[in-house]
Nanobody
Framework: QVQLVESGGGLVQPGGSLRLSCAAS????????MGWYRQAPGQPRELVAF???????NYVDSVKGRFTISRDNAKNAVYLQMNSLKSEDTAAYYC?????????????WGQGTQVTVSS
């Protein structure tokens, strides 16, 4: 059994910053990649950023230069530093991990954390 637990969401004013955290626990052999997705009301879920086990990163164009994804392999954790937040960043943010467990390769999702950017 694997669990992903996110934290760090909240209400912030435009131009502000938040740092999201996600930690994976359970029967994990190795984690291939971890990523952050977001979903605004009435919109499909979109990839925000992901990072491979080797540290390669990729971002959706709308957050490049503002968001930074990082990971701590020893803690099976991934972080998303969000700066210069805009109202359009308001969404539920979800962590996803592609990993190897005793039973095979799987993808797991966290429960989501709400980020609201508003004055």
């Amino acid at each position: 059994q694997v669990q992903l637990v996110e934290s760090g969401g909240g209400l912030v004013q435009p131009g502000g910053s938040l740092r999201l955290s996600c930690a994976a626990s359970g029967s994990i052999i190795s984690i291939y990649s971890m990523g952050w997705y977001r979903q605004a009301p009435g919109q499909p879920r979109e990839l925000v950023a992901f990072i491979t086990s080797g540290g390669n990163t990729n971002y959706v164009d709308s957050v490049k230069g503002r968001f930074t994804i990082s990971r701590d392999n020893a803690k099976n954790a991934v972080y998303l530093q969000m700066n210069s937040l805009k109202s359009e960043d308001t969404a539920a943010y979800y962590c996803k991990a592609s990993l190897l467990a005793p039973g095979g390769a799987y993808e797991y999702w966290g429960q989501g954390t709400q980020v609201t950017v508003s004055s």
